[in-house]
């Protein structure tokens, strides 16, 4: 489950069950500090990767590379309404969720509107219990791991997929040894006869 964190006065969540990995990124992960314990229990934890930029030794011009700080905790998707590309990247998300809900879900016209308020003002503390946050299903998508190990959409699986067999057509004179497979056996089979034993009209 995703729970995103719309900011406002006071701030929204709302909650996505089945969304690509590909619609997270760009989003800031923000930490559950100052929330209480059960709302992280309903949260569940995910790992916040951190990557340290190489650090290069003017003196000896070597680099140095260090390994990403990996954290697990419980983490909100935090949607700053002043950054564009958090912005747009929203809008991807809601456009999403209104194609792939599962059947029967009521959506509102702005998916935005849907997302509750943490507090009654923007003075309070979370007095929203995580059980009344709107938690919206996804159709789940079929995937496929390609052969160099990248996953690709459903569409794709019927390209990918091992194609059936097609049965050999295989095809012999009955005047001699000579023998012809494919799909054009049953020409090269008249054309053979014609030319060989001397025949007009064959019928095979």
């Not at 209480?36 to 190489?54: D, L, S, T, Y």
């Not at 194609?163 to 799909?183: A, R």
Request: charged content about 35%; overall charge neutral.
């Amino acid at each position: 489950m995703d729970v995103f964190r719309l900011m406002n006065l006071p701030d929204r969540v709302i909650a996505f069950e089945g969304l690509p990995e590909s619609l997270l990124k760009g989003f800031e992960m923000c930490n559950t500090d100052g929330f209480p314990r059960h709302w992280k229990e309903w949260m569940g934890k995910k790992k916040r990767i951190i990557p340290i930029p190489p650090e290069k030794d003017m003196l000896t011009g070597q680099v140095r590379r260090y390994d990403p700080i990996v954290e697990e905790d419980s983490f909100f998707y935090l949607v700053d309404w002043n950054i564009q590309p958090q912005v747009e990247k929203w809008q991807e998300v809601c456009s999403y969720v209104r194609s792939n809900a599962v059947e029967g879900t009521k959506l509102l016209e702005k998916i935005t509107d849907m997302a509750v308020k943490l507090g009654p003002d923007k003075s309070s503390g979370v007095e929203l219990d995580p059980s009344d946050v709107p938690v919206i299903t996804l159709k789940v998508k079929e995937s496929l791991v390609d052969s160099k190990g990248s996953e690709v959409p459903r569409g794709t699986i019927d390209r990918l997929a091992p194609k059936p067999e097609k049965p050999v057509i295989k095809i012999k004179c009955d005047e001699c040894e000579y023998e012809k497979e494919g799909p054009y056996a049953k020409n090269s089979i008249r054309m053979h006869k014609q030319k060989v034993h001397k025949k007009d009209a064959v019928a095979v």
